[in-house]
Each structure stands twice: as structure tokens, then as C-alpha cells.
């Protein structure tokens, strides 16, 4: 989907929104995670270019970890200027260090962008999402027992590398065992069929298991992809692409209807001093992590690509939306989320496009 489609789609569904206050803001959260993300995440990673991934494994490394990690912190800061208490303001800057990759996935698929680039914020955004619904949940678990102390990130940050690192295993693992039995089988439906099981598969069964789930069906879609261009071929793949294809845009589409659908736009005034809080922390932050790049010999055009490209979107709308009732300043969380994607939405539609394109001529 082009930029101008998404915004269309949004569009619509905050027309539908007003028509019928409320009716999709329940679906959207459970939808987003269990219905439209493993199919997204799986279309995605299985087009994602493995050697230029390794080339540039530390860049991405330092913004999907180290990068979600430090957005979270600077979020809750400035949460915590405005007399938040450390537990909700951490919750918080979870929710919002999750990026949205559909839309800059669809604005590098469009331009002529380089290779390396557009490798990094893929794979940021991929990434970022995994490591922010990681660190999410633990953060939740922690709250809900009450304890939420310097000790408790750290062991927050332990527990949610040790999922990491399950999620991966899990989904190589599945990958592995699917290009197996795939091997020789030249029956397209039988092939498709295989791919959506352990994409679903892999994302609930690592759930299930206590690991991260994205990052499972992340791994999965990366390593059979690796599998079918290298040792084990899959017999006809580009009918898996092509279904993969229409699947994701059929998915974008209806995820951006229900994200427009379920904005309240009247609930970012509920919490002025909370939403402009967020936003001022999502800003710094989203300029502190696109520093973190400035030892890399990137062009500086590079790193003003990545700092538009963190809009936020149907994840991050997904996570505020799911918190139990019992949440600490749940609904606060819930506008401050509404404000924030707004905000990005809009500023992304305006400079991610002209800024893509600069990085792709220069």
C-alpha cells in the first residue's frame, strides 16, 4: 500500500469511528495481536534480504535493543516530570516504543532506496516490535505483583532477552522442520497451507511456552526463506509469495481501517498534560536512538530517515487497548497512546516520503 492509500484507509475507519463510537476499539486490540500481526510479521521477514541483514547486524542490533530500551526509559522520564508514578510511566514508554514497519515498509518497497538502508529500518521496525511487546509484558506482570523497582527492570530485561532467544530457536527450529517435510512436495495449496500453520503456529505456541511470539514467527519466516533459497528448495515459492503478497495487503488494509475506527480523537484532550508529555518523550527519543547510529559510517541523510520513520500505529493502539482494567492509570495510557499515533501518523505522512527520497537520490 502506497502512503496516500494507508492515510485513505485511516481515513475511513475514523469516519466509521464516528458513526459507530466504540464499536471496533475492543476488536482492534485482539484482532492486531492474534489475527493480522503473525501475518504480517511472517509476509514481512520472508522478504527481508538475509546477507545485507548480517552485513548490518550491529546497526540493527543496537536499534531494535539497546534503542527500544533507552526509548522506554526516556518516555517514563518525562512521565515522570509530570508527577507519574515509575510503574505506569514504564508501562507507558513500552507501548510507545513499538513502531509501526507497515507503512515504511510500503514507502521502501516503492522508492529506489539503498539496499542497506532499507535493510536497517525494516528490520528496526520488525525487531523493535518484538523486543517492545517483550518488554511490555514484563513490565505488566511486574506491575501486577507490585513490585516495579530498579531490581525488578533488570530482571524484566533478563527474563525478556531469555524469551528473545526462545522466540528465535523456536522459529528456526519450525523452519527447519517445515523445509523438510516441504522437500519435494510440489502441490502449491499443500505448500501455502504449510507456511500459514507454523506462521500462527510458531507465533502461539512460543506464547504459550512463555517466549516471545514476534520474534518466533520473525525467525520462522527469516530462516525458511534462508532454507528455500539455499539447501532445501521449495518447489514452487513464488506461489507462497504471491499469497503472502495479497494476504499482507489485504491485512494492512483492514488493520489501518480499525486503527482509524478505533481512535477516539475526542479522548486526546482527556489527558492534555499526560499526551503532550508522551509526545515530547517520543520525539527526544526517537532523536536519541537515530544518534545512536552516528558512529556507523552512514550519511547523515540516512539517519534523518530513520528518525521519521517511528511512526506508531496498530501494535502500539493494540498493547495500550489490551491492559487489564486494573491497570494504574489505564485510560491516561490510553489517550496519551490515541495522542501519540495521531501525532506520528500525521507528521510521518508529511516528511517520510521527501525524506526517503532525498537518502534515495544523494
Same mark, same amino acid.
Given at each position: 500500500?502506497?502512503?496516500?492509500?494507508?492515510?485513505?484507509?485511516?481515513?475511513?475507519?475514523?469516519?466509521?469511528?464516528?458513526?459507530?463510537?466504540?464499536?471496533?476499539?475492543?476488536?482492534?486490540?485482539?484482532?492486531?495481536?492474534?489475527?493480522?500481526?503473525?501475518?504480517?510479521?511472517?509476509?514481512?521477514?520472508?522478504?527481508?534480504?538475509?546477507?545485507?541483514?548480517?552485513?548490518?547486524?550491529?546497526?540493527?542490533? %543496537?536499534?531494535?535493543?539497546?534503542?527500544?530500551?533507552?526509548?522506554?526509559?526516556?518516555?517514563?522520564?518525562?512521565?515522570?516530570?509530570?508527577?507519574?508514578?515509575?510503574?505506569?510511566?514504564?508501562?507507558?514508554?513500552?507501548?510507545?516504543?513499538?513502531?509501526?514497519?507497515?507503512?515504511?515498509?510500503?514507502?521502501?518497497?516503492?522508492?529506489?532506496?539503498?539496499?542497506?538502508?532499507?535493510?536497517?529500518?525494516?528490520?528496526?521496525?520488525?525487531?523493535?516490535?518484538?523486543?517492545?511487546?517483550?518488554?511490555?509484558?514484563?513490565?505488566?506482570?511486574?506491575?501486577?505483583?507490585?513490585?516495579?523497582?530498579?531490581?525488578?527492570?533488570?530482571?524484566?530485561?533478563?527474563? %525478556?532477552?531469555?524469551?528473545?532467544?526462545?522466540?528465535?530457536?523456536?522459529?528456526?527450529?519450525?523452519?527447519?522442520?517445515?523445509?523438510?517435510?516441504?522437500?519435494?512436495?510440489?502441490?502449491?495449496?499443500?505448500?501455502?497451507?504449510?507456511?500459514?500453520?507454523?506462521?500462527?503456529?510458531?507465533?502461539?505456541?512460543?506464547?504459550?511456552?512463555?517466549?516471545?511470539?514476534?520474534?518466533?514467527?520473525?525467525?520462522?519466516?527469516?530462516?525458511?526463506?534462508?532454507?528455500?533459497?539455499?539447501?532445501?528448495?521449495?518447489?514452487?515459492?513464488?506461489?507462497?509469495?504471491?499469497?503472502?503478497?495479497? =494476504?499482507?495487503?489485504?491485512?494492512?488494509?483492514?488493520?489501518?481501517?480499525?486503527?482509524?475506527?478505533?481512535?477516539?480523537?475526542?479522548?486526546?484532550?482527556?489527558?492534555?498534560?499526560?499526551?503532550?508529555?508522551?509526545?515530547?518523550?517520543?520525539?527526544? =527519543?526517537?532523536? %536519541?536512538?537515530?544518534?545512536?547510529?552516528?558512529?556507523?559510517?552512514?550519511?547523515?541523510?540516512?539517519?534523518?530517515?530513520?528518525?521519521?520513520?517511528?511512526?506508531?500505529?496498530?501494535?502500539?493502539?493494540?498493547?495500550?487497548?489490551?491492559?487489564?482494567?486494573?491497570?494504574?492509570?489505564?485510560?491516561?495510557?490510553?489517550?496519551? %497512546?490515541?495522542?501519540?499515533?495521531?501525532?506520528?501518523?500525521?507528521?510521518?505522512?508529511?516528511?517520510?516520503?521527501?525524506?526517503?527520497?532525498? =537518502?534515495?537520490?544523494?
Amino acid at each position: 500500500m502506497k502512503l496516500w492509500q494507508i492515510l485513505a484507509v485511516v481515513g475511513l475507519g475514523v469516519l466509521y469511528g464516528l458513526i459507530e463510537p466504540g464499536r471496533l476499539t475492543y476488536a482492534l486490540g485482539h484482532a492486531t495481536l492474534y489475527v493480522f500481526l503473525p501475518a504480517l510479521l511472517f509476509e514481512a521477514a520472508w522478504n527481508l534480504n538475509v546477507r545485507a541483514m548480517r552485513r548490518q547486524w550491529i546497526a540493527i542490533a %543496537t536499534l531494535a535493543g539497546p534503542g527500544v530500551l533507552l526509548t522506554a526509559a526516556i518516555i517514563a522520564g518525562a512521565l515522570s516530570i509530570v508527577r507519574v508514578p515509575f510503574g505506569p510511566a514504564l508501562l507507558a514508554g513500552s507501548i510507545l516504543s513499538a513502531t509501526d514497519p507497515i507503512a515504511v515498509v510500503a514507502v521502501f518497497r516503492r522508492l529506489k532506496v539503498p539496499r542497506t538502508l532499507a535493510t536497517i529500518v525494516e528490520c528496526e521496525s520488525l525487531f523493535n516490535d518484538a523486543v517492545a511487546v517483550a518488554l511490555y509484558r514484563g513490565i505488566l506482570l511486574a506491575i501486577g505483583l507490585g513490585a516495579v523497582s530498579a531490581g525488578s527492570v533488570l530482571a524484566i530485561t533478563a527474563q %525478556t532477552m531469555a524469551g528473545v532467544a526462545g522466540g528465535i530457536a523456536l522459529g528456526i527450529a519450525l523452519a527447519f522442520v517445515l523445509a523438510r517435510l516441504l522437500h519435494g512436495i510440489r502441490r502449491a495449496r499443500v505448500q501455502i497451507a504449510a507456511t500459514v500453520l507454523c506462521a500462527y503456529g510458531s507465533y502461539f505456541l512460543a506464547d504459550y511456552l512463555h517466549l516471545s511470539g514476534i520474534f518466533a514467527t520473525i525467525a520462522y519466516g527469516i530462516a525458511l526463506r534462508y532454507y528455500e533459497r539455499s539447501w532445501i528448495t521449495l518447489s514452487i515459492a513464488d506461489d507462497v509469495s504471491r499469497f503472502w503478497d495479497i =494476504a499482507a495487503l489485504l491485512a494492512n488494509g483492514l488493520v489501518f481501517f480499525m486503527v482509524g475506527a478505533g481512535l477516539q480523537i475526542a479522548r486526546v484532550a482527556y489527558e492534555p498534560v499526560f499526551a503532550v508529555a508522551c509526545l515530547a518523550g517520543v520525539a527526544v =527519543a526517537r532523536f %536519541t536512538v537515530a544518534a545512536m547510529l552516528l558512529p556507523f559510517p552512514y550519511p547523515r541523510d540516512w539517519l534523518d530517515v530513520v528518525r521519521v520513520a517511528g511512526m506508531r500505529g496498530a501494535l502500539t493502539l493494540a498493547l495500550a487497548l489490551a491492559l487489564p482494567a486494573s491497570t494504574p492509570y489505564r485510560e491516561a495510557i490510553i489517550n496519551g %497512546t490515541f495522542a501519540v499515533v495521531l501525532a506520528t501518523l500525521a507528521a510521518s505522512s508529511l516528511t517520510l516520503v521527501p525524506v526517503v527520497r532525498r =537518502a534515495a537520490l544523494r
